[in-house]
């Protein structure tokens, strides 16, 4: 007898049995579908029951942002008539003209007899369904087919219908036989949690460690878009700046990589790139000011005493967190006492301050020949003057760690975890470094901290996908923490993993508040190997991917291009250099498109190829809503792109 949908919600992680038990009660109340009422009472997120369907459907699930972009050839909707596609709730999106292939968006991709209908009218061979809410889709038809620019405007307002969508969805799961889901191309939607997954005791605050509200809290403004903003403003400003094109957004994405690595709370590592974007305005644009070329130069070192405030005061009227200003204020103080303007030294420089100082040296000496030494280093050479200048200009803990990011390592295993990361929390330091070392050995890219009031901020930021929390903590504490995550829809198949020796009435509690394990911490090789097979079982119940972000200079391309054909990845690979940018589609490993500027096929893929000093963003749940033009092997790419010579010229785009 095939299983009901709760059952399988429960199965896949995605709600608990209690959530279920408060759904059928609030069923009986309104007599609507099991989906519906969860989504209703917010136990469970519209778009993670519809990515669980779209798995069970064994298909894929199509946005309505993915959607409203897509590109449908005029040829395309010809092939289905206006009014089937409107009957039938069905949008065509692509042929394949070699199999014969039509690909579609339906309500209900599992209805083979209107597929075969489908087939019949458009005279192909087969059709592929994806799946994708009514409103959606009849807002699609609304585009493609009649022009009407304001179609998925309404969207945004619509709540009710979506409901019904997602009713009539589980209605279409409980019809089938239920059979057992197969891997699909999961889509991620992000939302803002932060602010309503809070640690008990301060609803209605969301403040950071030095008190001051954080700009995630602005009205609807996540911080994520708060950041994005800035990275898009302060990239236009420096467009004209020769040498500097970008660089505040690749100083503020590897201080952040490295904030991450040295355990700071996420809150701390946003101010950390909010600082990074901000460090530059209002300076001189034919200098550039960083601890190496201060040190150099004691005329540089003067006129950067002069100007380290100016962005401070340049935005005396924005409510920016008190620990970005002092970033600012001490970007050029060196760690043995001789930066300026204070002459502070050691642990009296905030952290922030010390890494952003330390990768704001390496990005000068490599990438701006008009830096205080009158020339380019290599890699090498920045490397090398780090290491010489460990316990001088930097902190040797940040120059280590600046330099394992510069090696490309770190990045190369983001890619292979899809962006996916486990976060332990544990106070004693032993247990959280040989945890560590364990789970790294494991293959899994980790991060630890030292406070729980991390782990809050971590799953309101949505930066864990297996959550490893000390007992030492308290038991109450424990159990606050494990109630916020099962009563958040984002977080409630979350594993959580408890590190103690409690009793068996401790142990009880805990499992009955929603621990997913309980391990000794004197095991650390042991509960390693379990929190990697739950990390398993979380990809294998689609749990999402996240979009890794790098440079060619920490992963050249033909790197780059070989890890991803090896891993037999999928997704997108954005390239932007200064003002140009376009990407790379990869399905299992191959590339089937290509795209920059008005150029397509080949011809985008040399000139996206020809990218030098370029940076990346790499995103695994990406879906190509276009018909593929290439079937390229991305290792034998990647070994096209080894032996090619160097360029220095810009492919004209």
Same mark, same amino acid.
């Given at each position: 007898?095939?299983?009901?949908?709760?059952?399988?919600?429960?199965?896949?992680?995605?709600?608990?049995?209690?959530?279920?038990?408060?759904?059928?009660?609030?069923?009986?109340?309104?007599?609507?579908?099991?989906?519906?009422?969860?989504?209703?009472?917010?136990?469970?997120?519209? *778009? &993670?029951?519809? !990515?669980?369907?779209?798995?069970?459907?064994? /298909?894929? +699930?199509? %946005?309505? @942002?993915?959607?409203?972009?897509?590109?449908?050839?005029?040829?395309?909707?010809?092939?289905?008539?206006?009014?089937?596609?409107?009957?039938?709730?069905?949008?065509?999106?692509?042929?394949?003209?070699?199999?014969?292939?039509?690909?579609?968006?339906?309500?209900?991709?599992?209805?083979?007899?209107?597929?075969?209908?489908?087939?019949?009218?458009?005279?192909?061979?087969?059709?592929?369904?994806?799946?994708?809410?009514?409103?959606?889709? *009849? &807002?699609?038809? !609304?585009?493609?087919?009649?022009?009407?620019? /304001?179609? +998925?405007? %309404?969207? @945004?307002?619509?709540?009710?219908?979506?409901?019904?969508?997602?009713?009539?969805?589980?209605?279409?799961?409980?019809?089938?036989?239920?059979?057992?889901?197969?891997?699909?191309?999961?889509?991620?939607?992000?939302?803002?949690?932060?602010?309503?997954?809070?640690?008990?005791?301060?609803?209605?605050?969301?403040?950071?460690?030095?008190?001051?509200?954080?700009?995630?809290?602005?009205?609807?403004?996540?911080?994520?878009?708060?950041?994005?903003?800035?990275?898009?403003?302060?990239?236009?400003?420096?467009?004209?700046?020769?040498?500097?094109?970008?660089?505040?957004?690749?100083?503020?994405?590897?201080?952040?990589?490295?904030?991450?690595?040295?355990?700071?709370?996420?809150?701390?590592?946003?101010?950390?790139?909010?600082?990074?974007?901000?460090?530059?305005?209002?300076?001189?644009?034919?200098?550039?000011?960083?601890?190496?070329?201060?040190?150099?130069?004691?005329?540089?070192?003067?006129?950067?005493?002069?100007?380290?405030r100016v962005p401070t005061k340049l935005f005396e009227s924005v409510n920016l967190p008190v620990q970005v200003n002092t970033m600012l204020a001490q970007l050029y103080e060196a760690y043995d006492g001789s930066g300026t303007p204070q002459g502070a030294k050691g642990d009296d420089i905030t952290l922030g301050a010390r890494i952003l100082a330390t990768v704001d040296s390496y990005?000068?000496?490599?990438?701006?020949?008009?830096?205080?030494?009158?020339?380019?280093?290599?890699?090498?050479?920045?490397?090398?003057?780090?290491?010489?200048?460990?316990?001088?200009?930097?902190?040797?803990?940040?120059?280590?760690?600046?330099?394992?990011?510069?090696?490309?390592?770190?990045?190369?295993?983001?890619?292979?975890?899809?962006?996916?990361?486990?976060?332990?929390?544990?106070?004693?330091?032993?247990?959280?470094?040989?945890?560590?070392?364990?789970?790294?050995?494991?293959?899994?890219?980790?991060?630890?901290?030292?406070?729980?009031?991390?782990?809050?901020?971590?799953?309101?930021?949505?930066?864990?996908?297996?959550?490893?929390?000390?007992?030492?903590?308290?038991?109450?504490?424990?159990?606050?923490?494990?109630?916020?995550?099962?009563?958040?829809?984002?977080?409630?198949?979350?594993?959580?993993?408890?590190?103690?020796?409690?009793?068996?009435?401790?142990?009880?509690?805990?499992?009955?508040?929603?621990?997913?394990?309980?391990?000794?911490?004197?095991?650390?090789?042991?509960?390693?190997?379990?929190?990697?097979?739950?990390?398993?079982?979380?990809?294998?119940?689609?749990?999402?991917?996240?979009?890794?972000?790098?440079?060619?200079?920490?992963?050249?391309?033909?790197?780059?291009?070989?890890?991803?054909?090896?891993?037999?990845?999928?997704?997108?690979?954005?390239?932007?250099?200064?003002?140009?940018?376009?990407?790379?589609?990869?399905?299992?490993?191959?590339?089937?498109?290509?795209?920059?500027?008005?150029?397509?096929?080949?011809?985008?893929?040399?000139?996206?190829?020809?990218?030098?000093?370029?940076?990346?963003?790499?995103?695994?749940?990406?879906?190509?809503?276009?018909?593929?033009?290439?079937?390229?092997?991305?290792?034998?790419?990647?070994?096209?792109?080894?032996?090619?010579?160097?360029?220095?010229?810009?492919?004209?785009?």
């Amino acid at each position: 007898m095939a299983k009901k949908l709760g059952e399988r919600l429960v199965e896949a992680g995605l709600v608990t049995s209690d959530s279920i038990q408060k759904a059928l009660e609030h069923q009986k109340i309104t007599g609507h579908r099991l989906g519906d009422c969860l989504v209703e009472i917010g136990l469970l997120q519209e *778009a &993670a029951l519809l !990515r669980f369907l779209a798995a069970e459907f064994q /298909t894929r +699930f199509v %946005s309505a @942002e993915k959607l409203a972009k897509a590109r449908i050839p005029t040829e395309v909707l010809d092939k289905v008539p206006v009014r089937l596609a409107e009957a039938q709730n069905v949008l065509p999106l692509a042929i394949d003209p070699e199999r014969q292939l039509l690909s579609v968006v339906a309500a209900e991709p599992q209805n083979k007899k209107l597929l075969d209908e489908i087939a019949l009218v458009t005279g192909m061979t087969e059709v592929y369904a994806y799946v994708g809410l009514r409103s959606t889709i *009849a &807002a699609a038809i !609304r585009k493609h087919y009649y022009g009407d620019t /304001t179609a +998925f405007a %309404s969207l @945004e307002v619509v709540t009710a219908q979506i409901r019904a969508d997602v009713s009539s969805m589980a209605s279409a799961y409980e019809s089938t036989a239920g059979a057992a889901p197969k891997p699909s191309l999961h889509l991620r939607l992000e939302t803002d949690t932060r602010l309503r997954l809070q640690r008990p005791g301060t609803q209605g605050r969301n403040k950071t460690s030095s008190g001051d509200t954080f700009p995630g809290s602005r009205g609807t403004v996540s911080d994520k878009d708060y950041i994005e903003t800035l990275n898009i403003l302060v990239t236009m400003q420096e467009r004209d700046r020769k040498h500097h094109r970008g660089h505040s957004a690749q100083l503020a994405r590897q201080a952040t990589v490295v904030a991450r690595r040295l355990g700071m709370l996420p809150r701390d590592v946003a101010a950390v790139a909010i600082a990074g974007y901000l460090h530059d305005l209002g300076k001189p644009a034919e200098r550039h000011f960083c601890l190496a070329s201060n040190a150099a130069n004691p005329e540089w070192m003067a006129e950067a005493k002069r100007y380290c405030r100016v962005p401070t005061k340049l935005f005396e009227s924005v409510n920016l967190p008190v620990q970005v200003n002092t970033m600012l204020a001490q970007l050029y103080e060196a760690y043995d006492g001789s930066g300026t303007p204070q002459g502070a030294k050691g642990d009296d420089i905030t952290l922030g301050a010390r890494i952003l100082a330390t990768v704001d040296s390496y990005l000068e000496l490599t990438k701006n020949p008009a830096n205080a030494y009158g020339k380019l280093l290599t890699k090498d050479q920045a490397l090398e003057h780090l290491r010489e200048n460990s316990g001088k200009l930097y902190d040797p803990l940040v120059a280590d760690i600046v330099m394992q990011v510069q090696t490309g390592e770190l990045l190369r295993q983001r890619i292979v975890n899809d962006g996916r990361q486990i976060l332990i929390v544990e106070p004693e330091e032993g247990t959280r470094t040989d945890l560590l070392e364990t789970s790294q050995k494991q293959g899994l890219v980790v991060h630890a901290l030292s406070s729980l009031d991390g782990a809050y901020d971590a799953l309101g930021y949505q930066d864990c996908d297996v959550l490893v929390v000390g007992l030492k903590f308290g038991l109450e504490e424990l159990l606050g923490l494990l109630q916020a995550v099962r009563s958040s829809p984002e977080h409630a198949g979350l594993p959580v993993v408890v590190l103690g020796d409690p009793d068996a009435g401790t142990r009880e509690r805990l499992m009955m508040g929603g621990a997913t394990a309980v391990l000794p911490p004197a095991q650390p090789d042991e509960a390693a190997k379990t929190i990697r097979s739950l990390y398993d079982d979380r990809i294998q119940h689609n749990g999402p991917a996240r979009p890794v972000r790098g440079s060619l200079d920490e992963l050249p391309a033909a790197q780059l291009l070989k890890l991803l054909g090896a891993g037999k990845k999928s997704g997108r690979l954005y390239l932007k250099q200064n003002a140009h940018e376009g990407y790379l589609h990869l399905e299992q490993g191959k590339l089937v498109y290509a795209t920059v500027a008005t150029q397509n096929g080949e011809q985008a893929l040399q000139t996206l190829m020809g990218f030098q000093q370029a940076d990346f963003r790499y995103d695994p749940d990406s879906l190509l809503l276009d018909m593929p033009q290439m079937d390229k092997d991305l290792e034998v790419l990647a070994q096209q792109v080894a032996t090619r010579r160097p360029t220095t010229s810009m492919p004209t785009v």
